[in-house]
């Protein structure tokens, strides 16, 4: 889309942009303006129904590939004669046996048990991925259907097959019926009552506590807190070591997460990792928003977050730069603060590390399946309504996305084998999600991922724009092999958008499990290498191919990357006795 242009547009901007923490509160919020209150109402009401999934976003997907398979008579044939041919195949199996017609994906375990191979769960699971097969080339590939809908279409196919998967039910489930013969029935009893108690949690709210609490067992790095404002608290952390590197370390962590998830079990915290190694280390820990905060900007979280976290270690420590890291949006955000800094010509950042953070959204991942206008229009009503966007409404999409590992096997094991989680310290982070105001929320989705503002230096702070090749600091990016929140190569392209040193690291694992990789984890690796400003371009599969892979954690290649742009070992800074102790307020709020 376009920008706007019009003089009155940019007029409107700028009189947002001031109006933040002014006092000034439109009666209704940007997005209605032009819009009539019922229609959010209406919005509103049916997202609860729908798990706030647009009807209309889904109507034109599925209409876009109905019309165009029925023009397509080439695709209709080879979706008949594939029909026949599994058909044939299946029955051929089933009576005679020989090999297997298909085999399940790598990550598909739900048929691996042994009780899968004898007859006839064999026969059944085989129909059973020879339809998922079929419906996946349904799907795919008809010529004309848009991108965007095709992905749709083929990811509510798949929901709606995994829903009927022979493993979910007790009839067409051997494991199961092994499990019910062997226990007598207490593991369907069990799972009924569990099931029960989840679902009146859910509908009251009233979770039960975590097994893991903030400034108990996990977030316990000792540390005070130096600042606070209507937005966040900066922790700093108390120093392990005689001397500490000069330079301080600021990391901002996405406010979409309490930010303990670098600050999990001792074992398991990348700031106690720092620490230990002579980094001064602040935290930006982000409030919890509440309905009466709906009208924070996105470029509240920058002023009040990143940039009021500079301003008041630069005050206190007496260092002229710092080194700055964010961590999944965070890091996006320290993307656009430091582009505005540059902009402005304040050099106080030394580097810049964005951990699995994205700049370009064009290939945003599995999450652009929720996000287009139609998508974004129906999500910003249920915000307009609360304020908010609910943890529980982020949750489900996430879960969506990997239903067969967060939702089928998950209930699978609750309520029909009755084997609970074991719950750990990084499961117990992932249930303490935070809300997003309303505006910040609209803000991201329409600037970043529906425009790419960023990307293509049309972003505005201060109703000007801001570039990331404006940044001369040195920049560490983290991309995680298997991200379906910040595809790696989609983290790979602040190559290409920058003019300075970028040194990129994949490491192994996901979006959280591969960033908290403490050294001694079982099975990590990565590839690092660096890219000179002078340098020509490597795409990200050829960079992948030709760079040598290192096993062990990430953690220590960043460590010295950083320790290289600390400056010199001097005294620890002296201690704070009367500031609150860490973890503080907010990290707490519910």
Request: proline share 8%; hydrophobic share 40%; aromatic share 10%.
């Amino acid at each position: 889309m376009p920008p706007d242009t019009r003089p009155e547009a940019a007029d409107s901007t700028r009189r947002l942009e001031a109006s933040s923490w002014q006092g000034v509160k439109p009666r209704y919020p940007e997005a209605t303006v032009g819009h009539a209150v019922a229609d959010l109402v209406l919005s509103a009401w049916l997202g609860r129904m729908t798990g706030h999934l647009s009807p209309g976003a889904l109507g034109v997907a599925w209409f876009d590939w109905a019309c165009h398979l029925m023009l397509s008579p080439d695709k209709q044939h080879e979706l008949f004669t594939q029909a026949a041919t599994s058909t044939q195949r299946w029955l051929t199996y089933a009576s005679t046996g020989g090999a297997d017609p298909v085999r399940p994906l790598e990550q598909d375990k739900r048929f691996a048990d042994p009780d899968w191979q004898a007859w006839p769960w064999h026969q059944i699971s085989q129909a059973f991925l020879l339809t998922q097969q079929w419906w996946h080339r349904a799907t795919a590939g008809v010529r004309g259907v848009s991108p965007h809908h095709s992905d749709v279409v083929t990811f509510v196919a798949r929901q709606m097959l995994d829903c009927v998967a022979p493993s979910n039910f007790v009839a067409t489930n051997p494991v199961v019926q092994r499990a019910t013969l062997e226990s007598g029935g207490l593991n369907l009893l069990n799972g009924a009552m569990r099931a029960a108690r989840d679902a009146r949690e859910a509908l009251t709210g009233q979770a039960r506590p975590p097994s893991f609490r903030p400034g108990r067992e996990v977030a316990v790095t000792p540390g005070r807190v130096v600042m606070q404002n209507e937005l966040i608290e900066l922790l700093r952390y108390d120093p392990a070591t005689p001397d500490v590197y000069e330079v301080p370390l600021l990391i901002v962590p996405a406010w979409i997460m309490k930010y303990y998830i670098l600050d999990l079990s001792p074992h398991n915290s990348l700031v106690r990792y720092l620490v230990e190694r002579g980094h001064m280390v602040y935290m930006v820990s982000w409030k919890n928003p509440q309905a009466e905060d709906r009208e924070l900007s996105m470029d509240d979280y920058r002023r009040l977050g990143v940039m009021a976290a500079i301003d008041t270690i630069t005050e206190q420590t007496g260092a002229p730069h710092i080194n700055a890291a964010g961590y999944c949006l965070g890091g996006t955000l320290l993307a656009i603060a430091a582009a505005t800094m540059a902009r402005d010509h304040d050099r106080r950042l030394a580097s810049m590390s964005l951990l699995a953070a994205q700049v370009d959204f064009t290939e945003p991942g599995e999450l652009s399946l929720f996000i287009d206008d139609s998508q974004v229009s129906f999500l910003e009503a249920t915000m307009w309504q609360q304020g908010y966007l609910d943890t529980r409404q982020m949750a489900g999409a996430f879960q969506l996305l990997r239903s067969n590992d967060l939702i089928w096997s998950r209930r699978l094991r609750h309520y029909l084998l009755d084997i609970p989680d074991r719950e750990t310290d990084l499961m117990s982070w992932n249930a303490d999600a935070t809300r997003m105001p309303y505006r910040m929320h609209a803000d991201y989705l329409h600037r970043l991922f529906l425009r790419n503002s960023l990307a293509s230096s049309r972003y505005l702070v201060g109703g000007r724009p801001v570039a990331l090749t404006d940044i001369t600091a040195p920049i560490f990016a983290i991309g995680t092999l298997t991200d379906h929140v910040a595809p790696w190569r989609s983290v790979y392209k602040i190559i290409p958008l920058s003019d300075t040193e970028v040194t990129f690291l994949l490491t192994s694992g996901g979006h959280n499990a591969g960033v908290v990789a403490p050294p001694g984890s079982a099975g990590r690796s990565y590839q690092i290498g660096v890219h000179a400003h002078a340098d020509p371009y490597i795409d990200p599969d050829t960079w992948q191919a030709r760079t040598e892979q290192v096993e062990g954690s990430w953690w220590p290649a960043w460590e010295a990357w950083l320790a290289r742009r600390a400056g010199p070992r001097v005294a620890p800074p002296p201690a704070l006795p009367d500031r609150p102790p860490a973890p503080g307020a907010y990290v707490l709020q519910r």
